[in-house]
Structure formats: structure tokens, C-alpha cells
């Protein structure tokens, strides 16, 4: 059974820097691209950044780049998004995502929320 567990959110200050978690299970983590999508209140879930299974490819949303990065241990089954110079914008419900046998797959999520 697929399990992706996001850990890491929280309240941190405008400027501030966060690092993301999900730890995954159930599939072949090292053969996986994964991607972190957020949504905040009142907007449709929108795709952060994505990271082949070697690590080797990323993509980020224009919002993101040259703040965030994606990261991944295939030896911990686990992704990673660091998040720096946070932005109040930046406010939303954080997603670990993987689609798997054609379906996808979403964690809980976690929350971050950037404010003075």
C-alpha cells in the first residue's frame, strides 16, 4: 500500500526557511519521480516542484525558483523541499505526490504558514 507522510510545516517569519519531509512507502521509492504541490486557502492545489527518480531532474514553479529546493535519499525513501526567504504568499497546505500504476497518489499533507 502506497504511504507518503509529509512532516515539517509550520509558523515561520517572512524571510525565514522551512524544510519539508515525506517519507514514502508501499512502491519502488528509487524507480519514482516525486512532486511537492501546495494549496492555499481558497485556490486550486498547484504543482511546486518535481524531481526524477535519480535525483538527477528538477522543475519549480516560476513562484519558487531560486527560493525552494527539491531534493531526494533513495536510501531513506524520502523527499525533501527546502523552502528559504519564505514569502506570506507562500502560505498553503503542502503535498507529497506520486503517481503509481496510473493513479495519483497524495500524502495528508502539512501546513506552512509564513506570517509576522
Known amino acids: 500500500q502506497v504511504q507518503l507522510v509529509e512532516s515539517g510545516g509550520g509558523l515561520v517569519q517572512p524571510g525565514g526557511s522551512l524544510r519539508l519531509s515525506c517519507a514514502a512507502s508501499?512502491?519502488?521509492?528509487?524507480?519514482?519521480?516525486m512532486s511537492w504541490y501546495r494549496q492555499a486557502p481558497g485556490k486550486e492545489r498547484e504543482l511546486v516542484a518535481t524531481?526524477?527518480?535519480?535525483?538527477?531532474?528538477?522543475t519549480y514553479a516560476d513562484s519558487v525558483k531560486g527560493r525552494f529546493t527539491i531534493s531526494r535519499d533513495n536510501a531513506w525513501n524520502t523527499v525533501y523541499l527546502q523552502m528559504n526567504s519564505l514569502k506570506p504568499e507562500d502560505t498553503a497546505v503542502y503535498y507529497c505526490?506520486?503517481?503509481?500504476?496510473?493513479?495519483?497518489?497524495w500524502g495528508k499533507g502539512t501546513l506552512v504558514t509564513v506570517s509576522s
Open positions: 505526490y506520486l503517481r503509481y500504476a496510473g493513479m495519483p497518489r
Open positions: 508501499g512502491f519502488t521509492f528509487s524507480r519514482s519521480a
Open positions: 524531481i526524477s527518480s535519480t535525483g538527477g531532474f528538477t
